[in-house]
Nanobody
């Protein structure tokens, strides 16, 4: 079992910044990728960014490339999502996700609201 807890969401004006955190606990040694997703009202959940613990490679959705940065602290089992130049269309609940060979795990989500 792996537990994920996100934090750091809030209300920010367009152009502002937020940093989200996702703390993993449990059998974290069996996971290699950590991903961020988001879901806006009335829309499907979409991929935002991912990081691989081994090697640290990252990938981003085109919509956030150049504005968001994913990073990780392996010693703290924590993944961060630094979000800069936020836009109203970034408003969503942000979730972190990880998976083992047999199961996927999601956090409870953290709300990000960007006002225009």
């Amino acid at each position: 079992q792996v537990q994920l807890v996100e934090s750091g969401g809030g209300l920010v004006q367009a152009g502002g910044s937020l940093r989200l955190s996702c703390v993993a606990s449990g059998r974290t040694s069996s996971t290699d990728f950590m991903r961020w997703y988001r879901q806006a009202p009335g829309k499907e959940r979409e991929f935002v960014a991912r990081i691989r613990w081994s090697g640290g490679s990252t990938a981003y959705a085109n919509s956030v490339k150049g504005r968001f940065t994913i990073s990780g602290d392996n010693a703290k089992n924590t993944v961060y999502l630094q979000m800069n130049s936020l836009k109203p269309e970034d408003t969503a609940v942000y979730y972190c996700k990880t998976y083992t060979t047999t199961m996927a795990y999601w956090g409870q989500g953290t709300q990000v609201t960007v006002s225009s």
